[in-house]
C-alpha cells in the first residue's frame, strides 16, 4: 500500500519562499515519476515534474524559473523549492507519484496522490 504526505505548506509574504516536501512509502521510489499539482478551477494542474532518473523535469509556464523539484532516492522523498512567491501561486498543493520510465506530466498518468499542502502568498 502506497502512502504519501506533504509538509512544508504556509503562509508567506509576496516575494517569499516555501519548500514543500513529500514523503513516499511503499513504492519503489526510485522508478517513479514524481510530480506537484495544484488546483485549478477545473482540475489539477501540474506545476514540476521530475523522471525516475531525475535527469528530466517539466515546468508549467506560470512557473517562469521561480519554483524548483527535485528528489532525493535515499530518503524516498520529493520537493517543490517555490521562490519569488506571487498571491496567485496561492493554492493547495499535491504531490503525486507513479511507477515509470519517463517523466509523466498528466493528472490522469499519476495513480498515487498526497493529502495536500496549503500555500497562502499575501500581497
Known amino acids: 500500500q502506497v502512502s504519501m504526505w506533504e509538509s512544508g505548506g504556509g503562509s508567506v509574504q509576496s516575494g517569499g519562499s516555501v519548500r514543500l516536501s513529500c514523503v513516499v512509502a511503499g513504492m519503489n521510489f526510485k522508478w517513479a515519476s514524481l510530480a506537484w499539482f495544484r488546483q485549478a478551477p477545473r482540475e489539477q494542474e501540474l506545476v514540476a515534474a521530475i523522471?525516475?532518473?531525475?535527469?528530466?523535469?517539466s515546468y508549467a509556464d506560470f512557473v517562469q524559473g521561480r519554483f524548483t523539484i527535485s528528489r532525493d532516492n535515499a530518503k524516498n522523498t520529493h520537493y517543490l523549492q517555490m521562490d519569488s512567491l506571487k498571491p496567485e501561486d496561492t493554492g493547495t498543493y499535491t504531490c503525486?507519484?507513479?511507477?515509470?520510465?519517463?517523466?509523466?506530466?498528466?493528472?490522469?498518468?499519476?495513480?498515487?496522490w498526497g493529502h495536500g499542502a496549503m500555500v497562502s502568498v499575501s500581497s
Open positions: 523522471s525516475p532518473d531525475g535527469a528530466s523535469t
Open positions: 503525486a507519484a507513479e511507477p515509470a520510465t519517463r517523466v509523466l506530466t498528466l493528472q490522469r498518468e499519476y495513480k498515487y
